[in-house]
């Protein structure tokens, strides 16, 4: 079982929609990232928090630590926010374990 | 300020054959990570450098891939013989001093085993 685990898999959405994909862990971290990542490109850092919430622009990250939990949202959704959104954490000082990506597509 | 640096972005090769991954980290970074990513999959964790010492290699399947970064700067990748399955993207990841940073990556180099 994966210790990451990300819902949904694939949405798609129309521009202006609000956008939430969750993210599930099974075991205590230290930190939470969401990346995101467009088609032939890399990774993108978004956010990583281990309490609480933060905001950037349209995008809204809140993580439960008692839950295990964490979202990420986007408002007035555009097409250009169509990529692939990861969950990652860190268990203790170690690299990053990943979901396995939401692929998300905005349509115009 | 300049990202983490990866050549070549693309290769082509054939099975048995071996190729080399170069990264460059951002100037500073302590903590290096390679990855791979098999196409719809999420990154999986191969090696975690702290400056020139390797903190994770648990799952770097050792008899065919190596990686260094001997003088705690730039890092390579190795891979020899290759197989089909290694096709991937391989991304090359840098932060300050572990993942309690912001981790910055590279824009991978993609492998084609054929």
């Known amino acids: 079982k994966n210790e990451v685990e990300q819902s949904p898999q694939n949405l798609t959405a129309q521009e202006g929609e609000f956008i939430t994909i969750n993210c599930s862990y099974s075991?205590?971290?230290?930190?939470l990232h969401w990346l995101q990542q467009h088609p032939g490109g890399g990774i993108v850092s978004l956010f990583m928090?281990?309490?609480g919430k933060k905001k950037h622009g349209r995008l809204i990250a809140t993580i439960n630590i008692q839950e295990k939990h964490s979202s990420l949202h986007i408002t007035a959704s555009h097409p250009r926010d169509s990529a692939v959104y990861i969950c990652?954490?860190?268990?203790?000082?170690?690299?990053?374990?990943f979901g396995k990506g939401t692929h998300l597509i905005i349509q115009p | 300020e300049a990202g983490v640096a990866q050549s070549p972005r693309y290769k082509i090769i054939e099975k048995r054959q071996s190729v080399a991954f170069w990264c460059n980290p951002i100037?500073?970074?302590?903590?290096l990570y390679w990855y791979q990513q098999i196409l719809g999959q999420g990154p999986k964790l191969l090696i975690q450098?702290?400056?020139?010492?390797?903190?994770?290699d648990s799952q770097l399947p050792k008899d065919r891939f190596s990686a260094e970064r001997l003088k705690g700067v730039d890092s390579t990748l190795k891979i020899q013989p290759a197989k089909l399955e290694d096709s991937a993207v391989y991304l090359c990841?840098?932060?300050?001093?572990?993942?309690?940073?912001?981790?910055?990556f590279g824009e991978g180099s993609w492998l084609t085993v054929v």
């Open positions: 990841a840098s932060s300050l001093q572990g993942g309690l940073n912001t981790i910055y």
């Open positions: 075991v205590g971290i230290s930190a």
């Open positions: 928090l281990s309490s």
């Open positions: 990652a954490v860190n268990i203790g000082a170690d690299g990053l374990t």
């Open positions: 100037s500073g970074h302590a903590t």
């Open positions: 450098f702290q400056n020139n010492g390797v903190v994770d």
